[in-house]
């Protein structure tokens, strides 16, 4: 069965310091997809960024970047110079990729809260 | 805009009343899934569709829950004899042909509330 952890619950940080979202993740298919969403206050999730199974390279968006590590079936998330923006509740998530889009298995969250 | 579109956004309703909900997805998603979120928790799946053929349920659809997508387009979600615990955000989600992985679009939700 897949399963996605994250085991912090909430994080809170001052602004412009960097913050690393944890996301660890079980599965037994050799071909998956990891994904990362942010939901803000007004509750919308907001795609940030899809990764491929046989894709480990380590991937940076502008402040954001990715760790993807197979043998530790990890994908943290790391904000760089964290801003009040970035305050919201983040998922990570986890699908099969056998037989097109399978549902996605979602971990509990980690509300990231960056004070000014 | 063609994002995936959720009606009602919010809805109040009495213990014991049933209650519908609609989801229209991105119209070349050809896969739509609906999900649950409780407060502090994440995103939980209920059911999925490709077309109109409902794929998977989730146990936690109780007997109480029924979803359709009827010509598979649009999908409705209906909770019969609402209990209190059925107060959560209902989140649809649709995506396309082609690569697995692709294409996961969320729309705003609908929030219940079963006093």
């Known amino acids: 069965a897949q399963k996605v952890t994250q085991a912090q619950t909430e994080i809170s940080v001052v602004e412009k310091e960097d913050v690393t979202l944890d996301c660890v993740y079980e599965t037994r298919d050799t071909t998956y997809y990891l994904f990362w969403y942010k939901q803000p206050p007004s509750g919308e999730l907001v795609f940030l960024i899809r990764r491929n199974s046989f894709d480990e390279q380590n991937e940076i968006s502008g402040r954001y970047s990715w760790n993807f590590q197979k043998s530790t079936s990890s994908f943290n998330f790391t904000i760089t110079a964290s801003q009040v923006v970035d305050s919201a509740v983040y998922f990570c998530?986890?699908?099969?990729?056998?037989?097109?889009?399978?549902?996605?298995?979602f971990g509990k969250g980690t509300r990231l809260s960056v004070i000014a | 805009d063609t994002g995936v579109s959720q009606n009602p956004r919010h809805k109040i309703t009495k213990r014991g009343q049933n209650v519908t909900f609609r989801c229209d997805p991105i119209s070349e998603h050809n896969r739509l899934y609906w999900y649950r979120q409780t407060l502090g928790q994440g995103p939980e799946f209920l059911t999925y569709f490709q077309n109109e053929a409902q794929l998977e349920k989730s146990r936690l659809l109780s007997d109480r829950f029924s979803a359709e997508r009827p010509k598979g387009s649009f999908s409705t979600l209906e909770i019969q004899r609402t209990e209190q615990g059925d107060s959560a955000m209902y989140l649809c989600?649709?995506?396309?042909?082609?690569?697995?992985?692709?294409?996961?679009?969320f729309g705003s939700g609908t929030r219940l509330t079963v006093v």
């Open positions: 998530a986890l699908s099969e990729a056998n037989s097109g889009n399978t549902p996605l298995v």
């Open positions: 989600a649709s995506s396309g042909p082609g690569r697995a992985g692709y294409g996961y679009t």
